[in-house]
């Protein structure tokens, strides 16, 4: 029987009276710049710890639940004013500096964000770096605001059953409770705008965050205007929960809704950033409003948007891509293509390879890519992942040229560091080391820091992080009911002199969750060796449907039950932003053995990194770069992975921690501190810290790809879209002739040999079936045979045109070689359009010679 509701409500928002001499501890509240400055985060922890602790480091509830007297008391406290005072006034310096790159506007739509605990509207990895991008960009002053969902019930809180099996919670998030605001109307409204579903039309109401000078806008459709259709309000219920059906309503609401909300707050951006491809609906609707604002066609409106979008892959596998059915898509999108005057199979096409079978599923990343001008990777070794991944895409380009560049991901320093090493920093380096955490200068000053202090610094949160661990497995084993004999052995778990070991992941099942555990016997031999013990600390969350990763889970509690692991293995449930904050900041090294090609970049072995933590890894992602100058040990080599490596490297590991890891952490210790450990504490710290800080990303992002954008979409929409409209037409031209663009002849073999200093003739005769020699661009690609036969170490030359020969045009020039060896090249012609090549569209006209 149902619960009786009482309808109607009048609702009335009740605020903490602040007395006037902490008037602004509310507005400081809302603005997320509280998390990672030490000194405004005091504010709230100092006024009581416990209820700090208690509300998840919620300065929301914290000032609702703080009786009113505990707030007359801080306001008459002269030592706390003077804090508060501090705080004021870093608050206003860092909001009022004046804004940078003058017009320009980044969106940047993401469908998770791991900003804190307390927000949980991510998963992982990508959640987290989205939140680290605002911080990064708000301390770059990049003009930018973030946009993403508002769920309801945010992401999985992991529960391990007796047997250690994963069940999941989904408690419900009060928004009223949350650093978080609603949007409203000058009249005080709120701010909603709509999309129509195959259901009917949806109403989306807009809330913000303010992350330092970023905004973040939040849709949320589980509201009263959606009353009576269950679809509808449960569209942002939960992150990556729900059928596909869901979740192509969760996109389309992300991107097209996105789209309409900036609209709607007078928004104009000037680059549009998908952080993965379940935004790129976004691109759909914007060329929709071209065509309907500036009468463009479908392919001018096309290459607008293209223009000035950038596209970030995450991916390293074809299952990590969100794919739709075409039925379903058709029932998503049929009438809104036929409102828009678009085609329906063009549409389709948009989001799929050609030359596949008409029951190849619409990708979105593929749509992405489509749509986007620029393209990156998230490390190096993943764009060459990423190039092979969709090299379909670009069918006439060696792999190697594929137009996906990379920008290597990063963590923001100032809120990963722990505050005990940024204080010993603050003695030592530059004072403005938090503002120029990306110039490699400011960290030299770590070798001067005494390995004592380092040490101390050190210990003190490894302390702490083994209190951390004591207290959140005796919780959880409260919390099941476990019987008292085991919430005491919780209790007492782990060491703090115990060389300890750190792993925490996502678990998907091509991460090696347990490769350390290949041998037990052997395992255990380690973390009971009488002279350099070692215990491990294990966290992470499979996704709900993840049968396998929850195998991997289960299997891990029942081997740290082991009465030999001697209470040295433990798991930690419930992984999120405390937990790693908590476990990067207090082991001796963080443990990374994903198949290598398959960890896109990660990020956690960088935070550990950044704490004096060292790292034993596989040569993948961010590691890859790099391990040579970080103090570091690599697991294998750089070949490709293969099963049988499963075994080699969990000897590998064995035969590392034996032999050099802890004899360096407990042998050759003077006056109690390892020294030849604390030498590579050091020199992680020197070069993680500048290389790998977000900052150091997101100027990246800037120069390379947002300013291109920005100065792009001011050339193309000039003139109510002049030169698109131009360019369109030119390009029909081309493309009516190409198929008949053919090479007549590429002049005679070259000699052979030839020596250093010398320079090869190289020329090509063209039929350009009524082009001019100005639209095209002839090209020879140069470099190293290598033993495949294939060529390495390229470069490509543009032949410029050198006259008529006949009846087509002749391309030439004589080019110098920088190499010795054998060399090969080839020629081709493209229409002479891109002047980076690495804006080059999908499926772009590429003729080689002698095809």
Not at 93 to 100: E, I, M, Q, W
Not at 158 to 171: F, H, K, S, Y
Not at 306 to 322: E, K, L, Q
Not at 502 to 518: D, E, N, W
């Amino acid at each position: 029987m149902p619960a009786f509701q009482i309808q109607p409500l009048r609702e009335i928002l009740v605020r903490p009276a602040l007395p006037e001499a902490l008037s602004r501890l509310s507005e400081i509240a809302y603005n997320f710049m509280w998390s990672w400055d030490h000194n405004i985060r005091a504010l709230f922890r100092r006024l009581d710890p416990v209820l700090w602790k208690q509300s998840n480091h919620n300065p929301i509830i914290l000032l609702a639940r703080l009786p009113q007297q505990a707030l007359e008391r801080a306001a008459a406290d002269a030592r706390y004013l003077a804090v508060y005072k501090r705080a004021c006034e870093r608050y206003d310096a860092y909001l009022g500096a004046a804004p940078k790159h003058a017009g320009q506007l980044v969106a940047y739509f993401s469908m998770e964000y791991g900003l804190l605990d307390c927000m949980p509207i991510y998963s992982g990895g990508l959640g987290v770096l989205s939140g680290d991008h605002l911080k990064s960009s708000s301390d770059a002053e990049i003009p930018l605001v973030g946009i993403g969902l508002l769920y309801q019930r945010g992401y999985l809180t992991q529960v391990l059953n007796p047997d250690g099996w994963q069940t999941e919670r989904n408690p419900v998030n009060d928004f009223y409770t949350l650093p978080v605001r609603e949007c409203k109307h000058a009249d005080g409204s709120d701010v909603i705008v709509t999309v129509d579903l195959p259901s009917g039309r949806v109403y989306v109401k807009v809330w913000w965050i303010d992350v330092g000078r970023v905004k973040l806008y939040l849709l949320d459709t589980n509201i009263p205007q959606n009353e009576g259709n269950a679809e509808h309000r449960d569209i942002t219920d939960m992150l990556y929960g729900g059928d596909s059906r869901q979740r192509i309503e969760q996109e389309i609401v992300l991107g097209i809704g996105g789209l309409r909300a900036l609209e709607v707050l007078g928004l104009s951006p000037t680059v549009y950033h998908m952080n993965e491809g379940h935004s790129a609906f976004i691109s759909i609707e914007r060329i929709r409003l071209l065509m309907e604002r500036e009468r463009l066609s479908l392919d001018e409106a096309i290459e607008a948007v293209r223009s000035n979008s950038v596209f970030t892959t995450h991916t390293s596998v074809p299952a990590g891509i969100d794919l739709f059915d075409n039925g379903l898509v058709y029932e998503f999108f049929a009438d809104y293509c036929n409102k828009a005057g678009i085609n329906f199979d063009a549409f389709l096409s948009l989001g799929r390879m050609r030359n596949t079978g008409p029951q190849d599923r619409f990708s979105m990343a593929i749509l992405a890519m489509f749509t986007s001008s620029y393209r990156n990777a998230v490390s190096l070794l993943h764009r060459g992942v990423s190039q092979d991944m969709w090299q379909g895409l670009w069918p006439n380009l060696p792999t190697w040229e594929v137009p996906i560049t990379s920008v290597t991901n990063g963590v923001h320093l100032p809120t990963w560091v722990n505050g005990d090493l940024a204080s010993l920093y603050d003695q030592h380096l530059d004072p403005d080391w938090r503002d120029r955490n990306t110039d490699p200068k400011v960290f030299e000053g770590v070798k001067d820091i005494p390995a004592q202090d380092l040490w101390e610094v050190h210990n003190r949160r490894k302390r702490r992080a083994v209190q951390f661990f004591r207290d959140r497995t005796s919780a959880a084993a409260a919390a099941r009911k476990a019987p008292p004999s085991e919430i005491r052995r919780m209790q007492e778990l782990f060491d703090p002199e115990i060389f300890t070991i750190g792993f925490a992941r996502r678990f998907a099942t091509y991460k090696r969750a347990t490769l350390i555990f290949k041998d037990f016997e052997k395992l255990k031999r380690l973390l009971n060796d009488p002279k350099h013990p070692v215990q491990i600390v294990i966290a992470g969350k499979a996704h709900p449907k993840d049968t396998p990763g929850k195998g991997l889970i289960q299997e891990i509690v029942a081997l740290s039950r082991d009465p030999g692991t001697n209470n040295r293995l433990i798991f930690l449930e419930d992984y999120g932003i405390q937990v790693a904050r908590e476990m990067v900041q207090g082991v001796d090294l963080w443990l990374n053995n994903p198949k290598r090609g398959e960890e896109a970049c990660g990020t956690s072995g960088m935070k550990a990194a950044m704490n004096g933590v060292l790292n034993l890894s596989i040569l993948d992602g961010w590691f890859d770069e790099a391990y040579e100058m970080s103090g570091s040990w690599a697991i294998g080599g750089r070949e490709e992975y293969s099963e049988d490596q499963d075994v080699l490297h969990a000897r590998a590991i064995y035969a590392t921690l034996e032999n050099e890891i802890l004899p360096a952490y407990y042998n050759s210790r003077e006056r109690g501190i390892p020294m030849e450990w604390m030498r590579r504490v050091k020199q992680s710290l020197t070069y993680v810290s500048p290389v790998f800080s977000c900052q150091r990303m997101v100027d990246e992002y800037n120069s390379e790809l947002y300013a291109p954008s920005h100065k792009a979409w001011l050339e193309v929409s000039a003139d109510h879209f002049a030169k698109v409209r131009k360019s369109t037409s030119w390009l029909q031209k081309v493309r009516d002739a190409w198929p008949r663009v053919r090479f007549v002849n590429i002049g005679a073999e070259p000699a052979n040999p030839v020596s250093t200093g010398s320079r090869i003739p190289m020329e090509a005769v063209l039929d350009l079936a009524g082009l001019s020699p100005d639209d095209v661009r002839v090209e020879a690609v140069l470099g190293r045979v290598g033993v495949t036969g294939q060529l390495e170490d390229t470069q490509v030359i543009v032949l410029p045109p050198v006259g008529q020969d006949g009846a087509g045009y002749k391309f030439g020039r004589d080019v110098l070689p920088h190499h010795t060896g054998r060399l090969g090249y080839a020629l081709r012609v493209c229409p002479n359009r891109f002047d980076d090549p690495l804006t080059r569209p999908c499926y772009s006209l590429i003729t080689w010679a002698g095809q």
